[in-house]
């Protein structure tokens, strides 16, 4: 029933722009942190960023703050992330996830889309 998709993923060289779109369904967004994350072969999950999806407000994790902007659009029922200036130490899955803003957990993932970064 509820479903989300990323897409926009792709090879990339270093210093250039990429943006990934998730699509929500199933689900209204009202109430709700929509999450990105990435994840590296052989390591662990890394939170990138946030958006409230009510305020439009955003944080982001300092390893990204200053080329990742988290933004959503509300017909669409779709969150962005723009990512500026990629550097290789970017390339990684990259997943959407979302969760009420009261809960503490994360219940809803993408499949994710593969950014990957040349030098």
């Known amino acids: 029933q509820v479903q989300l998709v990323e897409s926009g993923g792709g090879l990339v060289q270093a210093g250039g722009s990429l943006r990934l779109s998730c699509a929500a369904s199933?689900?209204?967004?009202?109430?709700?942190?929509m999450g990105w994350f990435r994840q590296a072969p052989g390591e662990e999950r890394e939170f990138v960023g946030h958006?409230?999806?009510?305020?439009?407000?955003?944080y982001y994790a300092d390893s990204v703050k200053g080329r990742f902007t988290i933004s959503r659009d509300n017909a669409k029922n779709t969150v962005y992330l723009q990512i500026h200036s990629l550097k290789p130490e970017d390339t990684a899955v990259y997943y959407c996830?979302?969760?009420?803003?009261?809960?503490?957990?994360?219940?809803?993932w993408g499949q994710g889309t593969q950014v990957t970064v040349s030098s």
């Open positions: 996830a979302a969760r009420l803003v009261v809960a503490g957990v994360y219940n809803y």
């Open positions: 199933g689900l209204t967004l009202s109430n709700y942190l």
């Open positions: 958006i409230n999806w009510n305020s439009g407000g955003t």
